[in-house]
């Protein structure tokens, strides 16, 4: 029997080197890739026949699209929609990752931490240039709360960076660990059925059926949060203080 | 469940401050060769800022680190639920 962290195992598929760097095409890489095509079908197909009255598809690509721009409207504003672009790209890629994780023999690309790291590094530093850009050297204020007295800056200004500089981090581990603790979880159960035979095993593979449907759960949550956060981090960005 | 994601999303913070915390000491010694001093000081900055992640996250200010006022539609829409979002 596989053990309950096989699954996890990175596998070359294509073995590609790089002026030394190890570039192989991963099952990870396959698995992103997989999302990303499935991504650009499920929305290029359902949204073919543009009909006023949407079909079964079409409302599932609307209601996605229209989740998102909500989400951007209420949580960073007007001027967060020429961002909406990234955040429903990224919003479809987690879901996509996650969901697909749960069809049996796959692989999931966000129980990794350097794929959700990567992700995460590449929202703080965008939103870090976005608030550059935006208000120049007034962004420094943002590492100063206003109202607080002057000689407790020496001590809060070091706080308050390591508390910037801990975004990527949280972010990044809340999805890598939810993920792999479920998918964890699932196959230690399922390891369980069968040693128990016929009579005990309906315990665990009752256990792994709730767990699945949790699972489910779970997938749209943390792909929810990783969002919503890269929203709150957004407006943070826009307007500071 | 709710309750759980909640715990698990705290949880996260305050380690995720620490964990920068403490990586930024350890490299700051290992590059200034300044024995455990700056470790020292990280780790306790690190804590802080995880306790101050905490308590930003738990009292829902832009429900994780920083100041950012909610948008417009955001604040409403705490108004008539009274609670943010998970």
């Known amino acids: 029997m596989a053990g309950p962290l096989k699954q996890f195992e990175v596998n070359a598929l294509v073995p590609v080197e790089l002026g030394g760097v190890d570039a192989s095409f991963t099952n990870a890489s396959l698995f992103m890739v997989i999302a990303v095509l499935a991504i650009t079908f499920f929305l290029t197909v359902s949204m073919r026949r543009r009909s006023l009255v949407p079909g079964r598809w079409q409302s599932l690509a609307e209601l996605s699209y229209e989740f998102i721009a909500g989400m951007v409207r209420d949580n960073v504003g007007s001027e967060g929609r020429r961002y909406f672009p990234f955040v429903f790209s990224l919003f479809m890629f987690i879901l996509f990752g996650n969901m697909i994780g749960l069809i049996p023999y796959s692989f999931t690309p966000t129980s990794h931490i350097i794929v959700t790291f990567a992700m995460a590094i590449f929202v703080f530093v965008g939103v870090t240039i976005v608030a550059i850009i935006r208000h120049r050297l007034h962004f420094l204020s943002f590492f100063l709360p206003p109202g607080v007295p002057v000689v407790m800056a020496p001590i809060l200004i070091p706080i308050e960076i390591l508390s910037y500089l801990s975004r990527p981090v949280s972010l990044s581990i809340r999805l890598f660990a939810n993920m792999m603790a479920g998918h964890t979880m699932l196959k230690v159960f399922a390891g369980f059925v069968v040693p128990l035979g016929i009579i005990g095993g309906w315990a665990p593979l009752a256990v792994d059926v709730a767990l699945t449907g949790f699972e489910f759960l779970v997938a749209f949550l943390q792909a929810y949060v990783f969002t919503i956060l890269t929203c709150l981090y957004l407006n943070d960005a826009i307007h500071l203080h | ?86």
């Open chain 2, 1 to 86: 469940m709710a309750g759980f994601g909640l715990a698990f999303r705290i949880g996260v913070e305050l380690v995720a401050a620490l964990v920068v915390g403490v990586g930024i000491g350890l490299l700051l010694d290992n590059w200034l060769e300044t024995g455990p001093w700056f470790l020292v000081a990280f780790f306790f900055l690190g804590a802080a800022a995880g306790v101050l992640n905490v308590y930003r996250a738990a009292s829902g200010i832009g429900l994780g680190p920083g100041y950012g006022e909610p948008a417009e539609g955001k604040r409403q829409a705490k108004k008539d639920n009274g609670d943010a979002p998970t």
